[in-house]
């Protein structure tokens, strides 16, 4: 899609559905951003548990706060996990919130 065809589509939307379209990329870029947060701690061999110890809640409580319902609430219980064990940081919990919430959830489609 170019540039030109994006610009056209999005102008052609009504206000609510523009808001909305904002809304999701800008969900997306936080989701990509907390990610890479929390794959940092693979850069700093010795301090990577003591900051997944205190990254783990924050996520947690982040996703939660970010994706509303059963939603957040299990994947806040993921991301915590997640983050406490070691070697899955790799997993974009976030990202992969926001893929499930957009393109897989049922109350997307309405």
Excluded at 48 to 63: K, M, N, R
Excluded at 71 to 84: P, R, S, Y
């Amino acid at each position: 899609m170019s540039i030109r065809q994006f610009k056209d589509e999005t102008m052609d939307k009504p206000i609510s559905t523009q808001a909305e379209s904002n809304q999701k990329i800008k969900k997306l870029v936080y989701s990509i951003l907390l990610d890479l947060i929390g794959m940092a701690s693979f850069s700093i061999p010795l301090l990577a548990e003591s900051f997944d110890v205190i990254w783990a809640p924050i996520a947690g409580l982040l996703l939660n706060r970010m994706y509303k319902g059963n939603v957040g609430k299990v994947g806040g219980i993921i991301v915590f996990i997640e983050e406490l064990l070691p070697g899955l940081d790799i997993i974009p919990t976030f990202t992969l919130t926001w893929v499930y919430t957009y393109y897989f959830s049922k109350t997307s489609k309405k």
